[in-house]
């Protein structure tokens, strides 16, 4: 499921927010014709908190150029959309909208307890030691000739994010299960990267492997790795 919904330090706390590029994206309106709503009423908006904003980079046929986007918090995200016009493709996006912020403020809480603290600790160790094995394969695939190697920092990176579910930089948002997967997939990494090390198993090969079991792992329990 795409993420609609984010989560914003406001005075040293985490808020759930949304953004007016991801309600444009979201109801296909023009990302400029949601940001004028939002200024037409802000008055009204600003009831329920100050509407911050951000510039926020986005490529364009005539290059890279600054969007400005405005901020919501739940409340005001809830004001903005009964603003828009009811149709198929703004229904559904009003009901995604509304069980994210409901699981976001949920794993808000979660993020307090000591489980998750517990979790977190345990990913980080374990992220550290994969990353650990990843050095060793890259310099393990540019011994074997690879022009490229560095690349796979990224590409193990990018295999995880897809057994997980989540986009690039999403990891501190996820959930105490969630990071023990990610603590259990980074084991099985680095176990099957040191074994084609060992093995002298091409560098091209190892990485393959590497998908090939994952897949496997994922649909033992019912979850397909996204393309």
């Not at 329920?48 to 364009?60: C, E, H, I, K, L």
């Not at 997939?185 to 093995?199: A, C, N, P, V």
Request: proline share 1%; aromatic share 12%; net charge positive.
């Amino acid at each position: 499921m795409k993420e609609l919904v984010i989560v914003k330090k406001v005075n040293k706390k985490d808020v759930p927010v949304t953004t007016t590029k991801i309600i444009a994206d979201e109801v296909g309106k023009s990302h400029r014709s949601i940001y004028l709503l939002v200024e037409k009423f802000k008055s009204d908006f600003e009831i329920f908190g100050r509407v911050s904003s951000q510039m926020t980079p986005f490529d364009t046929k005539g290059g890279q150029q600054n969007l400005k986007i405005y901020i919501l918090n739940e409340q005001q995200t809830t004001l903005l959309i009964t603003y828009l016009r009811n149709n198929e493709r703004v229904r559904e996006f009003k009901i995604k909208l509304v069980q994210q912020f409901f699981e976001m403020k949920e794993f808000i809480q979660q993020k307090q307890t000591d489980e998750w603290k517990g979790a977190r600790e345990d990913t980080k160790k374990f992220n550290r030691t994969l990353t650990d094995a990843i050095k060793d394969f890259v310099e393990y695939a540019e011994s074997q000739g690879s022009k490229s190697y560095n690349r796979y920092y990224k590409i193990y990176a990018d295999l995880v994010n897809k057994c997980l579910n989540i986009e690039s930089g999403n990891r501190n948002n996820l959930s105490s299960d969630s990071m023990r997967d990610q603590t259990f997939i980074s084991k099985f990494l680095e176990k099957e990267i040191y074994k084609g090390i060992t093995d002298n198993t091409n560098y091209k090969q190892i990485y393959q492997n590497c998908k090939h079991k994952v897949e496997y792992f994922m649909e033992c329990f019912g979850l397909k790795l996204k393309a």
